[in-house]
Nanobody, 120 residues
Framework: VQLQASGGGLVQPGGSLSLSCAASGSIRSIIRMAWHRQAPGKQRELVAGINNNGITDYTDSVQGRFFISITRYPGKNTVYLQMDSLKPDDTAVYYC?????????????WGQGTLVTVSS
């Protein structure tokens, strides 16, 4: 599986931004896709995830402001993260993640990070 993320940039507090991540390759093995982020000096944290059955989960700090969704086409899945009411604390490098189920084991695949900066 290969992941290609796009989006990100500079936005003012209260603004919105959208990230996307296209998964290609052995996408039939993907059981979950998610967005994580890492702020300067902090550990990487899960932001939002979506399972193959469409169930979503969010970290508490983004609940009600961020929305994860996915589109599925033959050979390509794309996961989106719509971020509204952005706060300076949302500033971080955002990483797309896919979990593959391979012969009973779970493998994590990561895309390249995309920087989101929330600042006036």
């Amino acid at each position: 599986v290969q992941l290609q993320a796009s989006g990100g940039g500079l936005v003012q507090p209260g603004g919105s931004l959208s990230l996307s991540c296209a998964a290609s390759g052995s996408i039939r093995s993907i059981i979950r896709m998610a967005w994580h982020r890492q702020a300067p000096g902090k550990q990487r944290e899960l932001v939002a995830g979506i399972n193959n059955n469409g169930i979503t989960d969010y970290t508490d700090s983004v609940q009600g402001r961020f929305f994860i969704s996915i589109t599925r086409y033959p050979g390509k899945n794309t996961v989106y993260l719509q971020m509204d009411s952005l706060k300076p604390d949302d500033t971080a490098v955002y990483y797309c993640n896919a979990q593959q189920s391979l012969e009973g084991a779970i493998k994590d695949v990561w895309g390249q990070g995309t920087l989101v900066t929330v600042s006036s």
